[in-house]
């Protein structure tokens, strides 16, 4: 998976705690994406970054957070988990802007109950 | 923003035949057509892309074509083997314009190949 990693790899929370999910790539690339994979809707994207401390929102970020302190290191934060965050969150890495292919993580299944 | 539509949702076909999955989207901005395969339990994987200077690309069993004046683009796979049984994707870059950046992904495909 192109040096990306994801953990964990499946969590079970409960309603209104914070949960932090966490991506790693050893590509040094710039680029990296968090999207979320529901039946019926395919992947959407909820945030990326282009850079150290540089974030934007995308289509479906309303509930989550994101922070990038180091190059390899992307985190996904739900400040208060709801169930219709269940869901399986994938992180994307790219060298470039959004033309530039775009590599895929594992996975993070995760589970609000 | 930009809208892609993917059909089939499902796809059987028998080992040896062909699939094809077609894909609209509605940004004429779109510059940039990937495809993916997820396998279960398995992250999406990249396995053919296109740009908007190119009519069709080829890899192996594998060709993409492009009709940007219609706005629709295609995966061929053909000699289809039980490998190739998974969920394809379709993607298109949207026109950010200080907007969300990312790709725009269809629906996905799950497709069967049937011994």
């Known amino acids: 998976d192109a040096g990306i990693t994801q953990s964990p790899r499946h969590k079970v929370t409960e309603t209104g705690t914070p949960v932090t999910l966490r991506c790693h790539q050893t590509e040094n690339h710039r680029y990296m994406y968090w999207y979320r994979q529901d039946p019926g809707h395919g992947l959407r994207l909820i945030h990326y970054?282009?850079?150290?401390?540089?974030?934007d929102k995308g289509e479906v970020s309303d509930g989550y957070s994101v922070s990038r302190s180091k190059t390899e290191d992307f985190l996904l934060t739900l400040e208060s988990a709801t169930s219709s965050q269940t869901s399986v969150y994938f992180c994307?890495?790219?060298?470039?802007?959004?033309?530039?292919?775009?590599?895929f993580g594992p996975g993070t299944r995760l589970t609000v109950l | 923003g930009e809208n892609v539509e993917q059909h089939p949702s499902t796809l059987s076909v028998q080992e040896g035949d062909s699939a094809v999955i077609k894909c609209t989207y509605s940004?004429?901005?779109?510059?940039?057509f990937p495809w993916y395969k997820q396998e279960l339990g398995k992250g999406p994987q990249l396995i053919i892309d296109i740009r908007s200077n190119v009519g069709e690309k080829k890899d192996q069993r594998i060709a993409v074509t492009l009709n940007k004046t219609a706005k629709h683009f295609s995966l061929h796979i053909t000699e289809t083997q039980p490998e190739d049984s998974a969920v394809y994707f379709c993607?298109?870059?949207?026109?950010?314009?200080?907007?969300?950046?990312?790709?725009?992904f269809g629906k996905g495909t799950h497709l069967i190949i049937q011994p």
């Open positions: 993607a298109a870059s949207p026109y950010s314009g200080g907007g969300a950046d990312g790709l725009t």
């Open positions: 940004d004429s901005a779109s510059n940039y």
């Open positions: 970054s282009y850079g150290v401390k540089d974030t």
């Open positions: 994307a890495i790219s060298a470039g802007r959004v033309t530039d292919t775009q590599y």
